[in-house]
């Protein structure tokens, strides 16, 4: 007999066999499961099944006694779950189902545990709970890549570096400088997981099927019970039945989150790539993280980061598949809902390992000073400098930038660098020049002139590097991003 005619029998689907003759075809089975992949939310779904239980007993509607036997129940499969002990049947469809049917088995009063629950809310509630935990795992995996960020920005803090627009030398900037605007992407990506965890706060348990129930439940002592609770500890519960079993915002907003960390991360692992080369050779990437090559002896590939940079990909290949699952689909549930989960878990996995590769790369990292000092030596990084000494001594910044550019042509015409064009040259372009022109090439000079907020100076940076200690500290007190 095909595979695809088999069918289970009705019995085997206690939850919702009653009004069917057969049980599935073994091929409808296996193309509907989702346990594979919904199992890992095992803790959030005990967690929500213990509150709703306690919740029907503080109501009246099932007695404490049954409350307790189905709290004992739920313990122990939680203990065979994180044992790996319980045996997951893919006929029992998905988690839910696989949970309340293990408990019904041991325990009777599991027979009322769905009272006025569908799977619908319970999912919702479920996914709730886990994108509060996976937002604040997150934000912890990247504050620790911040970590080892600023970690080598301090070592290195004396390090300038050309600062690059379109990929040309630009202008001089201490490596820290360019390592904390790598801080500052990360950082919103931290407070965007926050921001996503805290419109997650909100309880579904209530909204049943799609129209709540008749039942006398007390939906604000359930969400007391799992944490869906404001700063004030009061509870926060959703405002429409119907929207909060079709809604997938939060999972999209998750995705993003995760796909613009991957945005994130892919520019930063391609400035690593770039400097790793032996064109910029900034930077020696440590051993752990790169690979040879099979046939060059010499080769030694930037393997994490490119990695980094094609996972980014993935991530936004998930945002993307959660946006057109829900873009067509009319209120409330369909079942095409259950294809939500595997890219975002995939999300969450790819940017929590990335985020460990990223904070493991930075750890083993050196910069090589040599071609940093002699990169940023270039005389020409100083030439909007110059423009502003004319602008000092009264000559309008158009007017000065057309004369420093026209200096550039005679030192390229020279074949000398900028601070080595001789002084009659330099008067004759424009007499605003004094002798003392030269003192602009002075680097240290330069740096200490860029003194506000936001820019590169030595005594800006020294702000910085305090204020980046203080909100990674912050991170491990347990305070969210801002
Ligand atoms: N496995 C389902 C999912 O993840 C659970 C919800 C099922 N609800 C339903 N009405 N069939 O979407």
Request: aromatic share 6%; net charge neutral; charged share 25%.
């Amino acid at each position: 007999m095909a595979k695809s005619t088999k069918t289970a029998r009705p019995s085997q689907q206690a939850t919702w066999g009653g009004r069917f003759t057969s049980g599935p075809a073994e091929l409808m089975l296996a193309f509907s499961e989702s346990v594979s992949f919904d199992r890992r939310l095992a803790p959030f779904d005990i967690a929500g099944s213990k509150a709703h239980s306690a919740m029907l007993a503080h109501t009246g509607i099932i007695t404490a006694a049954e409350r307790d036997a189905i709290h004992a129940g739920l313990d122990a499969i939680l203990a065979e779950i994180e044992a790996g002990k319980f045996k997951w049947d893919v006929k029992l469809e998905d988690v839910h189902m696989n949970i309340e049917q293990a408990l019904t088995r041991r325990v009777p009063a599991a027979a009322k545990l769905h009272t006025a629950r569908s799977r619908n809310d319970q999912v919702a509630t479920d996914m709730r709970l886990y994108l509060k935990h996976a937002c604040a795992q997150l934000s912890e995996k990247i504050a620790a890549a911040q970590r080892a960020i600023l970690d080598a920005a301090d070592a290195h803090a004396d390090v300038l570096i050309p600062g690059y627009t379109h990929l040309q030398r630009a202008q001089p900037v201490y490596l820290a400088h360019h390592l904390f605007a790598w801080l500052e992407m990360l950082q919103r990506d931290r407070a965007r997981l926050a921001e996503t965890a805290a419109r997650a706060n909100w309880c579904p348990l209530g909204s049943g099927a799609i129209a709540g129930t008749t039942l006398p439940i007390d939906r604000e002592f359930t969400a007391r019970q799992l944490g869906f609770v404001d700063a004030r500890g009061r509870p926060q519960v959703t405002q429409n039945s119907m929207d909060t079993v079709a809604d997938r915002d939060l999972f999209t907003e998750f995705a993003h989150a995760c796909a613009l960390f991957g945005v994130h991360i892919s520019r930063i692992a391609e400035d690593l790539i770039l400097w790793s080369s032996a064109e910029f050779k900034f930077v020696e990437l440590p051993d752990a993280f790169c690979t040879g090559s099979s046939l060059m002896p010499q080769k030694k590939n930037p393997d994490s980061c490119e990695l980094l940079r094609g996972k980014s990909a993935r991530l936004q290949g998930n945002l993307h598949t959660l946006l057109t699952l829900a873009k067509g689909l009319p209120l409330t549930y369909n079942r095409d809902l259950q294809e939500d989960k595997p890219p975002l878990f995939d999300s969450h996995d790819q940017a929590a390992i990335c985020a460990d590769v990223l904070a493991g790369t930075f750890t083993g990292l050196k910069m090589n000073r040599d071609k940093c000092a002699a990169a940023v030596a270039d005389p020409a990084l100083l030439a909007t400098d110059l423009a502003d000494y004319l602008v000092e001594r009264g000559v309008p910044f158009r007017e000065a930038h057309h004369a420093v550019g026209a200096v550039v042509r005679v030192a390229e015409t020279l074949r000398v660098p900028l601070d080595k064009v001789p002084y009659d040259e330099i008067q004759s372009v424009h007499p605003a020049f004094e002798p003392d022109w030269t003192q602009v090439f002075d680097l240290k000079r330069a740096m200490q002139k860029r003194r506000g907020t936001g820019m590169p100076g030595p005594q800006q940076i020294k702000k910085q590097f305090a204020r980046w200690e203080k909100l990674i500290a912050e991170t491990r007190k347990g305070k969210n991003a801002k």
